[in-house]
């Protein structure tokens, strides 16, 4: 997922913050990490790497994320995050600062 951040009024080009699946597919892209592989080789691969969980950039360790994950084994990159997906979702909604921060992050401001 991503979402731009507010405008400030400026004409410049305005980047977007990725999180959740769309943060871990970029850490991903940078990575050594090849297919298939183990929960254990992707968890020494980037384990350790903070991923935004939310729009306000809420991180959680990639590793926390991965133990939570009922898979040992991932055929593709894909695969991976998909597996990782209903996760991420889950810590973000424990994790939310509830009815106002979701409200709040509806805002265009």
Same mark, same amino acid.
């Given at each position: 997922m991503g979402v731009?951040?507010?405008?400030?009024g400026?004409?410049? *080009?305005?980047?977007?913050?990725?999180? =959740?699946i769309a943060a871990v597919d970029a850490v991903l892209r940078?990575?050594?990490l090849s297919f298939p592989a183990s929960g254990d080789d992707v968890a020494a691969e980037i384990g350790? *790497?903070?991923?935004?969980?939310?729009?306000? =950039?809420?991180?959680?360790a990639l590793?926390?994320?991965?133990?939570a994950v009922d898979r040992e084994q991932f055929s593709s990159r894909q695969q991976l995050l998909n597996a990782l997906h209903p996760e991420f979702e889950a810590y973000r909604e424990e994790h939310s600062g =509830?009815?106002?921060?979701?409200?709040?992050s509806l805002l265009p401001f």
């Open positions: 731009r951040p507010p405008s400030n400026d004409d410049d *080009e305005v980047d977007s913050i990725e999180f =959740g940078r990575s050594d350790h *790497e903070r991923i935004a969980y939310d729009a306000h =950039g809420s991180t959680v590793g926390e994320i991965l133990a =509830g009815m106002v921060q979701q409200f709040r």
